[in-house]
C-alpha cells in the first residue's frame, strides 16, 4: 500500500529508475536504446494526440527533418554533438510550425488528412533536393562524436554509454513536458481536446493553443530524429515517408494515449515484438497489423490503460466487498 | 515545346486524373455516408490489381481480369465494413481510420506471402495495344483511352445509378440526415454496408486499370492513398462531383509538370492542394464544418 503511494506521488522517478534498470532486461542494449528513442518520438507524438485530441499522421515531416538537420550540422557545420540535437530539436519546431500553419485550422479527421499531405510534400522535398539530402541514398556517414561537457570529454561509442546518453535527453523532456502539463497552459490543452467550443468561449484562442502544442510536439519529435540519426550514424529518405507516421501513431495508440508511459510501452512492445517476430518470419507485419487492429476494438485505451483499467476495477470491488 | 508534345500529355494527364477519380470516389462515396476515412483503400486498389492480374495470367483474358478485381475488393469490402468497421460505429470518427490503417499493412503483407515483394510484369491485352492516332497530329496509346473511356462510363453508370434509382435516392438522402432515413422505415446498416462495398469495387476498377500503366508491387497502394487523399480534399470531401473535377486537375497538373519541370512532379499537387485550400478552406465543393 505504501509502496503504491509513494509510486503515485512521483510517477516520473519511478520512470526514471526503471530506465535505469531497463537496458539490462532487453536481449540487447541497441534494442534498448532504439525502443527509448522512439518512445520519445512517441511522448512528443502523444502532446497532440493524447493531451490535445488533434490525431496528426504528419510527425514524420519532423523527425525526418530533425533527423537530416542533426546529420547536416554535424557533417557541414560543426563536430560538436550539441550543435546537432539543438538543430534537430529546432528543425522539428519549425517545420509543424509552417505545417501548423497550413493545417491547424481544420480538425478531426480533416487535420489528419491535411497533415499526411503536407508530411508527403516534406518527404518529396527532401527526395528531389539530393544535393543537399542525399535523396535516394540517404544522409551517410554521420560520424561518431565525443560529448564535451564543462570541459570534460566523454565518449559514448558503447552501446551502453549510448543508451544513457539518450536516456538523459529523455528524463529531460518527461520533466519538461510534466512541466508544460502542469501548468495553466496545459490544463488549456486539455479544455480544448475535451470541449473546444467552450475552451473558446472562455477566451482562449484555440486554434492557437493548438498550433503551441502541435510546436512543442513537433520539437520532441524532432529531438528524437536528431538522436536516431547519432544511434544508426545514418538518415534514411524513408524517415520522412508517411509510413514513419504511422509507426509513431501505431506506437502510441498501443501503449495507451493517456499517460506520459503509455507511448513508451508501445514503443517497447512494437520494437521487441518485431525484433521477435523479424527472426521468425520476415512477414512479421502482418502480426503488429493484427494486434493493432484488435487494440483498435477491444483495448482502445492501450496496454496501459488497459492495466489501469484492470487495477482500479479490482480496488473498487474491494472497496466494495469490504464496505458490505 | 511543341504544341503535340504538350497535347499528348494532356491526354496522358486526362487518364492518370482518371485513377485519381475512381479512387476518389470510393473514398468520398464512403465518406459521406459513413463518415468512415478508409485509409486501407491504397491497399484496396493494390488488391485489385493483383486480382486482375492473377486472373488475366490464369485464365489469359483481360476483359474476365475486369470483372473479377471489383467483385474481389467489393466482396472483401461488404467483409470489412461487417466484421471490423461496424463495431466501431459510434465511437470517435478516428477509430475507423486507425483500425484501416493498420488493416493496409496486414493487405500488404497477405499479398508478399504470395507474390514476393518484386514487381509484377503486366502488359494491356493486344486489343488494346497500338496507337491511336488523334487529331491526326499525335499517336496515343490505346490502352489510355480505354481507360479514359472506361472510367467515363463508370461515373455515367453512378451518376444514373444515385440519381434515377430509389437505392440512389436512399444513399443521397443517408449522405443528409441518416437518422431520418432510419425514421421513415429503412435499415441504414444494409445501406451503409452495400456502400462499403461499392466503394471498394471502384478501388479494385482503379487497381486493375491502374496495372498496365504503372507497376504492380505491394506497396503500390502507400503513395496512391496519399495522392487520393490529397484529390479527395481538394474536392471537398463527401462531394462526388469535387472529386471528379479535382481528380482531372490533379491529374493534368502532374502530367503538364512532368513535361515542363520534371522535378516538381511528385510535388505539384500537393502545391495545388495548398493553393485551393487557401482560397477555399473547404475545397472546391465542399461544405465547411463537415465532421470537424
Redesign the interface.
Known amino acids: 500500500m505504501a509502496f503504491r503511494k509513494t509510486v503515485s506521488k512521483y510517477p516520473l522517478s519511478f520512470i526514471f529508475l526503471f530506465f535505469i534498470v531497463f537496458p539490462f532486461i532487453v536481449p540487447y542494449k541497441a534494442l534498448a536504446t532504439r525502443i527509448i528513442i522512439w518512445g520519445l518520438f512517441a511522448l512528443g507524438y502523444n502532446v497532440c494526440l493524447g493531451y490535445t485530441g488533434m490525431l496528426s499522421f504528419g510527425h514524420a515531416a519532423f523527425f525526418g527533418s530533425g533527423a537530416y538537420a542533426a546529420g547536416l550540422v554535424l557533417l557541414r557545420v560543426s563536430q560538436n554533438i550539441w550543435f546537432g540535437l539543438l538543430g534537430g530539436l529546432l528543425m522539428g519546431a519549425v517545420t509543424a510550425f509552417i505545417l501548423g500553419y497550413m493545417s491547424i485550422k481544420r480538425r478531426g479527421i480533416y487535420f489528419a488528412m491535411l497533415t499526411l499531405a503536407f508530411a508527403q510534400l516534406v518527404y518529396f522535398i527532401a527526395f528531389q533536393w539530393a544535393g543537399l539530402t542525399g535523396g535516394d541514398n540517404g544522409l551517410r556517414n554521420i560520424p561518431p562524436l565525443p560529448v564535451s561537457l564543462l570541459g570534460l570529454t566523454i565518449h559514448i561509442e558503447s552501446p551502453l554509454r549510448f543508451y544513457f546518453f539518450v536516456l538523459v535527453f529523455v528524463i529531460l523532456s518527461l520533466f519538461a513536458l510534466n512541466r508544460i502539463l502542469q501548468s495553466p497552459f496545459g490544463h488549456v490543452l486539455k479544455a480544448v481536446r475535451e470541449n473546444d467550443h467552450r475552451a473558446r468561449s472562455c477566451g482562449y484562442e484555440t486554434s492557437n493553443v493548438r498550433w503551441l502544442a502541435f510546436i512543442i510536439s513537433g520539437a520532441i519529435s524532432g529531438l528524437a530524429g536528431a538522436l536516431y540519426a547519432l544511434y544508426l550514424h545514418f538518415v534514411g529518405i524513408e524517415s520522412l515517408y508517411w509510413t514513419t507516421s504511422g509507426q509513431v501513431v501505431m506506437m502510441t495508440l498501443l501503449g495507451g494515449m493517456g499517460s506520459f508511459i503509455g507511448p513508451f510501452i508501445g514503443a517497447g512492445v512494437f520494437l521487441y515484438l518485431e525484433d521477435v517476430l523479424s527472426t521468425v518470419t520476415e512477414h512479421w507485419m502482418i502480426f503488429l497489423g493484427g494486434i493493432f487492429i484488435l487494440c483498435v476494438l477491444f483495448f482502445p485505451t492501450g496496454v496501459w490503460g488497459t492495466i489501469q483499467e484492470i487495477v482500479s476495477r479490482k480496488r473498487t470491488t474491494v472497496k466494495q466487498e469490504r464496505d458490505a | 515545346m511543341s504544341v503535340t508534345a504538350i497535347a499528348m500529355q494532356l491526354f496522358t494527364g486526362l487518364s492518370l486524373g482518371m485513377l485519381y477519380v475512381l479512387l476518389a470516389l470510393g473514398l468520398s462515396i464512403i465518406f459521406g455516408l459513413l463518415t468512415v ?1 478508409n485509409f486501407s483503400h491504397g491497399a484496396m486498389f493494390m488488391w485489385g490489381a493483383y486480382a486482375g492480374v492473377a486472373t488475366a495470367s490464369f485464365t489469359g483474358n483481360f476483359w474476365l481480369a475486369l470483372v473479377v478485381s471489383p467483385l474481389v475488393t467489393g466482396a472483401y469490402g461488404l467483409f470489412v465494413e461487417r466484421a ?1 468497421v461496424r ?2 460505429y459510434g ?1 470517435d ?3 475507423p ?3 484501416t ?6 493487405m ?3 499479398v ?2 504470395f507474390w514476393g515483394t518484386s514487381d509484377l510484369a503486366f502488359s494491356a491485352p493486344e486489343v488494346l495495344n497500338f496507337p491511336v492516332g488523334l487529331f491526326g497530329i499525335f499517336y496515343f496509346p490505346s490502352y489510355r483511352l480505354f481507360v479514359i473511356g472506361v472510367t467515363g462510363l463508370i461515373c455515367l453508370i453512378l451518376w444514373l445509378f444515385l440519381e434515377k434509382t430509389n437505392l440512389g435516392l436512399v444513399i443521397r438522402a443517408g449522405t443528409r440526415d441518416p437518422l431520418m432515413v432510419r425514421a421513415l422505415g429503412i435499415d441504414m446498416g444494409k445501406i451503409w454496408w452495400f456502400v462499403f462495398g461499392m466503394g471498394s469495387a471502384l478501388a479494385g476498377i482503379a487497381g486493375i486499370l491502374a496495372a498496365p500503366i504503372r507497376s504492380v508491387f505491394p506497396e503500390m497502394g ?1 503513395a496512391m492513398l ?1 495522392e487520393s ?2 484529390v ?2 481538394v474536392g471537398g ?1 463527401g462531394s462526388l462531383k469535387g472529386a471528379i473535377l479535382s481528380g482531372i486537375i490533379m491529374g493534368e497538373a502532374s502530367a503538364l509538370t512532368t513535361l515542363f519541370y520534371p ?2 512532379a ?2 505539384v499537387i ?2 495545388v ?2 493553393v485551393v ?1 487557401l482560397i477555399r ?1 473547404s475545397g472546391l465543393f465542399g461544405k465547411s464544418g463537415l ?2
Do not use: C, K, S
Request: glycine share 2%; charged share 10%; aromatic share 12%.
Open positions: 476515412v471490423l463495431p466501431l465511437r470518427l478516428n477509430y481510420l486507425l483500425l490503417f493498420g488493416l493496409q499493412y496486414v500488404i503483407e497477405i508478399r506471402i502507400l496519399v487523399f490529397v479527395v480534399v470531401m522535378q516538381m511528385d510535388i500537393f502545391l492542394m495548398a485550400l478552406p465532421l470537424e
